[in-house]
């Protein structure tokens, strides 16, 4: 069963037509990695999804649920959706574990100590125990990064949206939180990445989707995509990237 299903998704900004007709498909436990150039529309993507822009045409399924419909209550489809997006966006004024556990406090209800238990066990299991009581300001970016990935699974959501995680961090840090992901993907979780880190799209994906002039224009394996491209706009941007 489809997780996420879009159909002719269309978003414009003024006359910047970004996605044009965008369909695409998540199952249950699957991995999907965006790839693609600087202005594809990869974050424009994610941000319809969770109803950060509203998309000008087509619609968008979650788990079956119209998404789209304007009279659906956005606060409770972003309560199904766990999003990490670039910049760590973590409360600084905030200690580690009440940045993970608000959402699941204010927004789902779950009682305090419940919160709290869950959320310091996977601290711990990702590395982060030490750094419970810790103000954001005192960690890593990959740290941050990690507890913000944290605090997107916390509450077990449908969908994980992963944008562009890795890029504002040092090269050194970008392991780590890699590792993370990977960690999820082998429990599970079914996730839709947009990335520039290409050996780990590689590595990690059930399936790429190639994003060109505003639409996928070759779905894969990482197999196919890498190693026996079809579309020609597919192989300049393979080799582009990989000879920068
Ligand atoms: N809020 C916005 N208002 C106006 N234009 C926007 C907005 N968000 C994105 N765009 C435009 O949409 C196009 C696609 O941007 P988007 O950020 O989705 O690309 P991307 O593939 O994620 O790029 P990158 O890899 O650099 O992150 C760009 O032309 C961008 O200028």
Same mark, same amino acid.
């Given at each position: 069963?489809?997780?996420?299903?879009? *159909?002719?998704? *269309?978003?414009?900004?003024?006359?910047?037509?970004?996605?044009?007709?965008?369909?695409?498909?998540?199952?249950? *436990?699957?991995? !999907?990695? !965006?790839?693609?150039?600087?202005?594809?529309?990869?974050?424009?993507?994610?941000?319809? =999804?969770?109803?950060?822009?509203?998309?000008?045409?087509?619609? =968008?399924?979650?788990?079956?649920?119209?998404?789209?419909?304007?009279?659906?209550?956005?606060?409770?489809?972003?309560?199904?959706?766990?999003?990490?997006?670039?910049?760590?966006?973590?409360?600084? *004024?905030?200690?580690?574990?009440?940045?993970? #556990?608000?959402?699941?406090? $204010?927004?789902?209800?779950?009682?305090?100590? !419940?919160?709290?238990?869950?959320?310091?066990?996977?601290?711990?299991?990702?590395?982060?125990?030490?750094?419970?009581?810790?103000?954001?300001?005192?960690?890593?970016?990959?740290?941050?990064?990690?507890?913000?990935?944290? %605090?997107?699974?916390?509450?077990?959501?449908?969908?994980?949206?992963?944008?562009?995680?890795?890029?504002?961090?040092?090269?050194?840090?970008?392991?780590?939180? &890699?590792? &993370?992901?990977?960690?999820? $993907?082998?429990?599970?979780? #079914?996730? &839709?990445?947009? #990335?520039?880190?290409?050996?780990?799209?590689?590595?990690?994906?059930?399936?790429?989707?190639?994003?060109?002039?505003?639409?996928?224009?070759?779905?894969?394996?990482?197999?196919? =995509?890498?190693?026996?491209?079809?579309?020609?706009?597919? %192989?300049?941007?393979?080799?582009?990237?990989?000879?920068?």
């Amino acid at each position: 069963m489809s997780v996420l299903e879009l *159909h002719g998704v *269309h978003k414009l900004f003024g006359d910047n037509h970004v996605l044009k007709g965008v369909d695409l498909e998540v199952d249950e *436990h699957e991995v !999907v990695v !965006v790839i693609g150039a600087s202005g594809s529309g990869k974050s424009t993507l994610m941000r319809t =999804i969770n109803l950060i822009e509203r998309v000008d045409d087509g619609r =968008i399924l979650l788990s079956g649920d119209d998404i789209t419909d304007p009279a659906v209550d956005v606060d409770k489809v972003r309560a199904r959706i766990g999003v990490v997006f670039q910049h760590f966006n973590l409360f600084p *004024h905030m200690r580690v574990i009440d940045n993970v #556990t608000l959402a699941a406090r $204010k927004v789902h209800g779950t009682p305090a100590d !419940v919160a709290r238990d869950r959320a310091v066990g996977l601290l711990e299991k990702f590395g982060l125990g030490e750094k419970v009581e810790d103000y954001p300001d005192r960690l890593s970016g990959g740290q941050q990064q990690r507890v913000a990935i944290v %605090r997107a699974i916390l509450t077990d959501p449908e969908l994980l949206l992963l944008d562009e995680i890795t890029s504002a961090l040092d090269p050194m840090l970008v392991g780590e939180v &890699l590792d &993370l992901v990977r960690d999820l $993907k082998a429990q599970g979780s #079914t996730m &839709l990445m947009a #990335t520039h880190e290409m050996s780990f799209a590689r590595s990690v994906a059930d399936r790429i989707v190639f994003m060109h002039g505003g639409r996928p224009l070759e779905v894969g394996t990482p197999e196919q =995509i890498f190693e026996d491209p079809q579309q020609p706009e597919t %192989r300049e941007f393979l080799a582009r990237i990989t000879h920068r």
